[in-house]
């Protein structure tokens, strides 16, 4: 399997399961995730941030995922629970090479998740 889009669907279907051994073959060992916190340089570096966010997560709902060449995009809403209560749409853009993802880049509505990262309230 090489399409870009059904790759992120499988890797988002294994998340929203909490199945991160399945989500973890989607992924280049070599993965880069740029969020607006903090950049995780490796495939592990990633997970073990992604089960962080998972252990507050009530909700990982995909609205759409869009994909073209060696690319896609996905749109979900992600509703988690104290210490970072809130709602949010996030978009972030994949980028593969040879059937498994290698370059995340993540943009959302962050001052809900600030004092997560810096230990100070959300604006």
């Known amino acids: 399997m090489t399409n870009p889009g059904q790759i992120l669907q499988r890797f988002y279907e294994a998340v929203q399961r909490r199945d991160l051994d399945e989500a973890r073959q989607y992924l280049a060992d070599d993965l880069i995730f740029v969020g607006l916190f ?3 340089p490796n495939a592990d570096a ?3 941030a992604l089960t962080g966010l998972l252990s507050i997560t009530l909700r ?7 994909a073209e060449r060696d690319e896609a995009a996905i749109f979900f809403e992600l509703e ?3 210490p970072a209560e809130a709602t949010v749409l996030v978009a972030e ?3 593969f090479r ?3 993802i290698y370059l995340v880049n993540s943009a959302f509505d962050a001052r809900p998740y600030a004092a997560l990262f810096t230990g100070q309230a959300g604006a």
């Open 38 to 40: 903090e950049t995780y």
């Open 46 to 48: 990633y997970l073990s």
């Open 60 to 66: 990982l709902d995909v609205k759409t995922i869009i």
């Open 80 to 82: 988690t629970k104290a």
């Open 93 to 95: 853009w994949h980028r």
């Open 98 to 100: 040879n059937g498994k």
